[in-house]
């Protein structure tokens, strides 16, 4: 308020437009409105979802291709700390990731054979052939990345040009980077694996021109490895563990339901024989019995001779023909000798008999992986007895029981005496096994508690803010926007006084009264109240002004 020459007071537009009720509605509204928007932000703040990752470690190209595919879906995304990832709210992740790849994103930094769609016209046979080896780099890398230790690779291929001459024909060579996931390895015939498959996909290329390296610089495929001590590779190896651990378990399903779990052991080790060998053999016997020798052939042959006669002196008597042959009466006797001037037939026969000669071909081919020698050790450990009082005690298993569990190992071994396997069942208490005690983790520190502890301190906050809001803050707005206006007191300027503030309490008593109707003593002395309450809160220097009045005793 301002005061006139004349002594009257002016009162200040902006205050008065305050002071007014159309003000003071104005007012309320403006504070009404901002204490409405303050509680949706804090409601939105609360509600906002939990972004997870959906891509990372991408090419800042297919970086380019997802972010344009996210904005045609209508998907909110946003950026990791760092550029490393691309985060969607936590509900859209599993969505967003099958929609986008089935768009063929992302890519990955190895171009395929899609760079020779793209061929323009007129490009040069030195260009079409690099686009080529490009391109097939890239799909072998493509292939090598499907292993599930591989996280990503890089394949670069040296291929000659084609010569006339059989002597300047060079063979093709590659060379094979990979970059494996953190705590992966790759075995010896994984590496074969991924060495084969680059050799069977370059025409001409052998699997000796192929070098294959991981990120950490060591060389997976050198072919000049020294040959093993025991002449053993690591595929032999695994066969004989692999022998030794189904023996192993076989033991063990078995006799456990017979002593309980964790009371038997059992440890096996095979002797296995990897030599390939093949053996022919002939062996041909003594002839058998004539009895029981095979006849495979027989020859029988028989001559008779003429008689000679008697021969004399050539005469006539030679020359006559011979008499007419007549029978004697009475044969000889057997054994007789002829009688002078007569001579025998005599009679030649011959037999050849072929008999067969025992013989024996064997031809045996010995295959690798044969088992020698299995030699197995069992610990069986004591049997429980409860007696009647309860009280756990440990016996031994008797002679039986023993003899019982070693035949059945015997069994479930494939025990063979005559191949040298051995058995060993020992009958022993087991030592007990101190358990390590691993101090319990607090709730406070699992990171599913974090998490949950976020997500309702979250909500909580938010809820508190506009509990504070709407019952400290705006009700109060509306409930002054909604009670009827205070009466106005007009101030008595005293001419004297230095302040001009100054009021008296009777006048504005009097003044106050006759605007007011008459009314029961009792109201009348409560809007009084209230109306110098008021008048204290507005204006406390006129109040402090009675006051003094009434202390330096003037009316």
């Known amino acids: 308020?301002?005061?006139?020459?004349?002594?009257?007071?002016?009162?200040?537009?902006?205050?008065?437009?305050?002071?007014?009720?159309?003000?003071?509605?104005?007012?309320?509204?403006?504070?009404?409105?901002?204490?409405?928007?303050?509680?949706?932000?804090?409601?939105?703040?609360?509600?906002?979802?939990?972004?997870?990752?959906?891509?990372?470690?991408?090419?800042?190209?297919?970086?380019?291709?997802?972010?344009?595919?996210?904005?045609?879906?209508?998907?909110?995304?946003?950026?990791?700390?760092?550029?490393?990832?691309?985060?969607?709210?936590?509900?859209?992740?599993?969505?967003?990731?099958?929609?986008?790849?089935?768009?063929?994103?992302?890519?990955?930094?190895?171009?395929?054979?899609?760079?020779?769609e793209n061929q323009k016209l007129g490009v040069s046979q030195f260009l079409e052939q690099v686009n080529f080896q490009r391109a097939l780099e890239g799909e072998l890398a493509r292939s090598i990345q499907s292993i599930a230790a591989v996280e990503s690779a890089r394949i670069h291929l040296a291929l000659p040009k084609a010569s006339v001459f059989v002597r300047d024909q060079q063979k093709p060579t590659a060379s094979v980077m990979l970059n494996l996931h953190p705590g992966r390895t790759l075995n010896e015939q994984q590496v074969s694996a991924i060495i084969h498959l680059v050799a069977s996909s370059v025409p001409e290329l052998p699997p000796g021109n192929i070098s294959v390296v991981d990120q950490n610089g060591n060389l997976l495929s050198d072919a000049n490895k020294p040959a093993k001590a025991n002449g053993l590779d690591p595929s032999q190896l695994k066969y004989?563990?692999?022998?030794?651990?189904?023996?192993?378990?076989?033991?063990?399903?078995?006799?456990?339901?017979?002593?309980?779990?964790?009371?038997?052991?059992?440890?096996?080790?095979?002797d296995i024989d990897f030599s390939n060998s093949e053996q022919a053999a002939e062996t041909y016997k003594p002839n058998s019995p004539p009895n029981q020798s095979t006849m495979r052939s027989q020859q029988s042959s028989e001559s008779q001779g003429s008689a000679a006669s008697n021969g004399g002196v050539p005469g006539a008597l030679s020359n006559q023909p011979a008499a007419p042959a007549t029978a004697p009466i009475t044969a000889p006797a057997a054994g007789a000798t002829p009688a002078p001037g007569t001579a025998a037939n005599p009679t030649q026969k011959e037999t050849t008999t072929n008999f067969e000669v025992d013989k024996t071909v064997r031809y045996v081919q010995q295959p690798m992986g044969g088992v020698k020698r299995i030699s197995v050790a069992v610990v069986v450990n004591y049997k429980q007895v409860t007696d009647k009082a309860g009280k756990v005690t440990s016996t031994p298993l008797s002679e039986a029981e023993r003899t019982q569990i070693s035949d059945l190992v015997k069994e479930a071994m494939g025990f063979n005496k005559d191949r040298?396997?051995?058995?060993?069942?020992?009958?022993?208490?087991?030592?007990?096994?101190?358990?390590?005690?691993?101090?319990?983790?607090?709730?406070?520190?699992?990171?599913?508690?974090?998490?949950?502890?976020?997500?309702?301190?979250?909500?909580?906050?938010?809820?508190?803010?506009?509990?504070?809001?709407?019952?400290?803050?705006?009700?109060?707005?509306?409930?002054?926007?909604?009670?009827?206006?205070?009466?106005?007191?007009?101030?008595?300027?005293?001419?004297?006084?230095?302040?001009?503030?100054?009021?008296?309490?009777?006048?504005?008593?009097?003044?106050?009264?006759?605007?007011?109707?008459a009314q029961p003593a009792e109201a009348s002395y409560q809007q009084n109240l209230d109306m110098a309450k008021q008048m204290a809160k507005d204006d406390p220097k006129v109040v402090a002004n009675v006051v003094k009045n009434w202390v330096n005793g003037n009316e």
Not at 19 to 27: A, D, F, I, V
Not at 249 to 269: D, K, L
């Open 240 to 270: 004989v563990q692999e022998v030794q651990q189904n023996i192993v378990r076989r033991i063990e399903s078995i006799i456990t339901p017979i002593v309980g779990p964790n009371n038997v052991r059992a440890e096996a080790t095979a």
């Open 1 to 116: 308020m301002a005061v006139a020459a004349d002594g009257t007071i002016t009162p200040n537009p902006l205050i008065s437009f305050a002071e007014s009720q159309g003000g003071r509605n104005l007012l309320l509204m403006l504070g009404a409105a901002i204490v409405i928007a303050v509680m949706a932000g804090v409601w939105m703040w609360s509600q906002q979802p939990d972004y997870r990752v959906l891509f990372s470690n991408y090419s800042d190209r297919d970086g380019g291709a997802i972010v344009t595919q996210l904005q045609q879906m209508n998907v909110p995304y946003k950026f990791a700390e760092g550029g490393g990832a691309i985060l969607v709210p936590a509900g859209q992740v599993h969505d967003a990731r099958l929609r986008i790849a089935a768009m063929g994103l992302p890519k990955g930094g190895n171009v395929g054979f899609e760079l020779m």
């Open 420 to 517: 040298g396997d051995t058995l060993n069942v020992v009958n022993s208490v087991f030592a007990g096994v101190t358990k390590e005690v691993f101090p319990e983790e607090p709730i406070w520190k699992k990171p599913e508690s974090i998490q949950l502890a976020k997500e309702l301190g979250k909500y909580l906050v938010g809820g508190i803010a506009l509990l504070y809001l709407f019952f400290g803050v705006l009700r109060p707005m509306l409930k002054k926007f909604n009670a009827p206006p205070a009466p106005k007191i007009k101030a008595v300027v005293d001419d004297d006084d230095s302040a001009n503030d100054e009021m008296d309490d009777t006048g504005a008593m009097q003044m106050n009264q006759a605007q007011q109707p």
